[in-house]
């Protein structure tokens, strides 16, 4: 179930609809981001990878219609603007007859949301970045944020194991709304040219949350420097973790110094050559993969606790490209030092998350030699 503070809500999904409330411990990822957008109150902006939840978007659409009284006593629409990947708009091939829309094309429910926040008067754009547009933020009201993995997808609220996090307050949401009005303007990805290089603090609820945006502010330093501050342990779930991060680097050091590194991996990423899956495990981390089953999708979260206490989550994954190319963001929760009552509840569930994956859905990661010798993670 979700945990909260007075302003910080934390998730993790999906929930198991087929599942008894008693054994139904997780949260409906896709109800807390239409709760989320049906709050605002005078704006919304939403940067986000892809859209294909008709749930989420008529919730968008929903606001678009809503009006407001402005302080000059006159009624205004809530201004509601989206930022978007392209390449789910687009096609493989050019359709035979391109005014027939079919639903079992690749990615046609996407094109078809997208022409209904259009007819809405929804301001939508779509980035022009030849890499990743990977963010998943929405700014309301110019007060409250919502991050996190989750894609706005029926696959990522309702198969893959996501997590949100939302946070209400006007000094953490200027962050991500300075953030929304430099990628409104095409100043991302490799096109960013006017953002501060400083990541920004800001303390809600005796929790000291710090945001990086990829790549104007590397959020791989960040991991790696939370790490370096590790005394016992690591515990992780991520989606990519490539041998080009440079996180693995840092985490066979912190096992060189004696701290114990444990993770889940999606297994199809997690076994290719390019992963950092081999030496890690070398190394004497305990790692697990996750597979597909009839119950979940992918491990999708991108999601580390270091001692019980700290932790790192976001849409950004542990590979080179997130880190320098694509358009990304991570929120460090927690200071190492003086861990609040509130920073320790939040840390209890990560670890939690972790800890149910590994169970539920882990199986032992082995390494075995192929025929040309080179060494492969299985």
């Not at 005014?99 to 809405?120: F, G, Q």
């Not at 050091?253 to 992963?275: N, P, S, T, Y």
Request: with cysteine; hydrophobic share 40%; net charge negative.
């Amino acid at each position: 179930m979700a945990v909260m503070s007075e302003h910080i809500k934390f998730f993790v999904g999906p929930r198991d609809v087929l599942a008894q409330e008693l054994y139904n411990p997780l949260d409906d990822l896709e109800a807390a981001i239409v709760d989320f957008i049906d709050g605002a109150e005078r704006s919304l902006d939403i940067a986000i990878q892809e859209i294909d939840s008709i749930a989420i978007a008529d919730a968008i659409i929903r606001a678009a219609k809503r009006t407001y009284v402005n302080d000059s006593g006159k009624t205004r629409r809530l201004r509601v603007r989206v930022v978007g990947e392209a390449d789910y708009l687009s096609v493989d091939e050019p359709a035979e007859d391109p005014h027939i829309s079919e639903m079992d094309e690749k990615h046609e429910i996407n094109r078809l949301l997208h022409a209904a926040l259009l007819r809405a008067k929804v301001w939508v754009r779509t980035d022009f970045n030849p890499r990743i547009f990977h963010q998943k933020f929405i700014v309301r009201d110019n007060d409250s944020v919502l991050t996190g993995s989750t894609n706005f997808t029926h696959t990522g609220t309702h198969r893959n194991l996501n997590h949100i996090l939302i946070v209400e307050n006007e000094e953490f949401a200027k962050i991500f709304a300075v953030e929304f009005d430099e990628i409104s303007k095409g100043h991302f990805g490799k096109y960013n040219v006017n953002t501060s290089d400083v990541p920004r603090e800001v303390v809600v609820d005796d929790i000291r949350l710090k945001v990086c945006f990829a790549p104007d502010h590397a959020p791989e330093m960040e991991v790696v420097k939370q790490m370096t501050k590790a005394k016992e342990r690591i515990d992780f779930a991520i989606f990519t973790f490539s041998k080009s991060s440079g996180i693995d680097d840092a985490m066979l050091l912190c096992m060189d110094a004696g701290r114990r590194v444990r993770g889940a991996l999606e297994r199809k990423q997690g076994g290719q050559d390019w992963a950092a899956t081999v030496p890690l495990k070398q190394a004497g981390a305990e790692l697990y993969f996750v597979h597909p089953t009839e119950s979940i999708g992918k491990l999708h979260h991108k999601l580390m606790v270091i001692d019980d206490s700290v932790i790192v989550l976001g849409s950004f994954n542990y590979t080179g490209s997130a880190n320098k190319f694509n358009d990304e963001n991570i929120v460090v929760l927690g200071d190492h030092t003086n861990p609040s009552d509130n920073q320790l509840q939040f840390a209890k569930a990560a670890r939690a998350e972790i800890d149910r994956i590994i169970v539920d859905h882990g199986r032992v990661v082995e390494v075995y030699e192929r025929d040309d010798g080179s060494l492969r993670a299985r």
